[in-house]
């Protein structure tokens, strides 16, 4: 039994990102069609692009391009008798095996980031059984004269789908949603297949559907829709994906680590904090002098505490009031003869401090700098 799984990214061409060049594959038709048991065979067109997206320049002596074939579910050909090959730099080719080299004709040629290849095989006679051929680039480079020669190696991998098999024009709409909404996913398909829509933690059987709406997105989301079609014991898949952006998304992370400043509200579980020191947050005392018509305004540098001890002793038996937060939203502290009272600060906040009848206090600020949220 053969798994064929084919997968299409973003504009339907799958790319390696590896080596000192880029692979992308496509086919004509796409997908692949597998040929019939016996008599006439298919034909397909595999074209190969490749570029650099490692800045530089390297040298290239020659590009093999390796198809197996056979009988077999993992033969993409049945052989490679009467293909047509080419490429867009004038190159010569030969065809050895399951090999078809392709060479410059000076000895090597200068690929840079500006300069792109593209190889084409024509006319390959498709094989009889569902399955999946593997395309292998090889490529041999140096990054200069003096430098010794490489080869750099791309797999890629073909489905073989039978006749009549499709799944094409996988759409979101709208691309870009506010965090809740909906959207609405769309494509194309041929009968006798089953689909599945996977997202997250989804996995949602679509094979009756050709449109489907996923409610309440809050972050996110890549979406995969999979057609898997059974002819005799064998099986092809073939994957197609889109994505959907959300403003202000959700987010589901395992750390974070905030190097600057949070603003806004934050609401959580639990919140763990470490105390940064604030160069600057001198400890401020007022000792002895407020009295009833005269207070002491200040705006609180970092977060911090204010300690104030009403000694209370002799004539002084007075109550010192301590006022803490923001305008309209004051909190009121009222500390009697012979009490104390420790308040937390935050930074920004506005501290008064006044005095009803005469008191005997000791009011403290001690700065614990800034807290950095992780």
């Not at 401020?284 to 000694?311: D, H």
Request: charged share 20%; aromatic share 8%; with cysteine.
């Amino acid at each position: 039994m053969a798994i064929v799984t084919q997968q299409r990214v973003g504009n339907g061409t799958a790319s390696d990102f590896t080596g000192e060049i880029d692979w992308s594959i496509d086919t004509v038709p796409d997908p692949v069609t597998v040929s019939p048991a016996s008599g006439s065979v298919e034909l397909a067109d595999i074209i190969l692009v490749g570029s650099r997206s490692i800045p530089g320049e390297i040298q290239v002596s020659q590009i093999d391009v390796d198809i197996d074939h056979g009988n077999e579910a993992w033969h993409l050909a049945l052989d490679l008798g009467g293909i047509q090959a080419s490429n867009n730099l004038g190159w010569t080719h030969t065809v050895s095996g399951n090999r078809i080299t392709f060479k410059p004709t000076s000895g090597h040629a200068v690929i840079d980031n500006e300069r792109g290849i593209t190889l084409q095989v024509n006319k390959l006679r498709i094989s009889r059984k569902v399955g999946t051929g593997a395309v292998i680039i090889g490529t041999k480079w140096r990054a200069n004269e003096s430098s010794g020669w490489r080869t750099d190696e791309a797999v890629k991998a073909v489905g073989k789908f039978p006749p009549g098999f499709y799944l094409d024009n996988f759409k979101a709409d709208p691309l870009i949603i506010e965090n809740g909404d909906s959207v609405t996913l769309t494509w194309d398909r041929s009968s006798g297949a089953t689909q599945t829509l996977l997202y997250e933690s989804a996995e949602i059987d679509v094979t009756d559907y050709t449109k489907f709406e996923v409610k309440n997105l809050s972050r996110n989301t890549m979406f995969y829709l999979r057609s898997r079609v059974q002819q005799g014991t064998d099986y092809a898949e073939r994957v197609l994906n889109t994505y959907v952006t959300v403003n202000q998304p959700d987010l589901e992370i395992r750390n974070l680590t905030v190097r600057g400043r949070v603003h806004g509200n934050l609401n959580a579980d639990k919140v763990t904090a470490a105390v940064v020191s604030e160069p600057g947050s001198l400890p401020w005392q007022r000792k002895n002098t407020i009295t009833a018509t005269a207070g002491y305004q200040t705006t609180a540098p970092t977060y911090g505490f204010l300690q104030c001890n009403n000694k209370g002793n002799g004539n002084y038996q007075g109550t010192v009031v301590l006022e803490v937060g923001t305008t309209g939203v004051m909190s009121r502290f009222e500390v009697e003869a012979r009490q104390c009272s420790t308040i937390l600060v935050k930074e920004g906040d506005t501290i008064k401090i006044t005095a009803v009848g005469s008191v005997n206090h000791e009011t403290s600020w001690y700065s614990i700098g800034r807290l950095a949220f992780g």
